[in-house]
């Protein structure tokens, strides 16, 4: 997500489905808007990086990218990420910002001391105090109000597709498998 320095996520985000069986050492190429054509110079912009888990829609962790040369009408960043074992906690006694009751103090996985507030649904910004109404069905997470994290079975803006090529095999992976629905022209309209 690209985000300015008070934490605000712009609508230009991206997101990826990674199987780590399918996905370990690809390389992703993620291009991401300026909210303004010129950009505000006046602003510093960064990007921020969330992983969640998709079957349960739980929160993981989160790096935070500078973009070098605020001046240039383009950036490139090239980065690695290397995604930990088990979530990240919050951290509550070294947190240097305040996240009220409606977020969780956290750190970014790739720096030191800088820490975010992981808002709750329906809230965002620095602090977590900007209220926004949210369009994703029931079974997602609503990130802002024009990010919506999707289930496995769902897709779409809104999360108001549902793929059915899971539900037509009956969950019948074995082994304890998980099945990963990876065509996105295979799909319902659901309207609500």
Known sequence: MLIDDQETIYPYHEQITYVPKRDCQKKFNIYLLYPHRPKNLSSNYSVRIDIFNKDSLTYWASWHLLIPFQFLPV??????????ATTQQQFESSCSVSCGQLGRCMKYINENSSYFCQCDQGYSGRQCT??????CSSDSFCLTSSICLCSMKRFGRNCS???SVCQSLNSSCENNGLCIPVDKSDYKWNFY
């Open 130 to 135: 900007n209220k926004h109404s949210c369009s």
């Open 75 to 84: 950036n490139r960043i090239a980065t690695q990420l290397f995604i930990p």
């Open 161 to 163: 597709l549902t793929r």
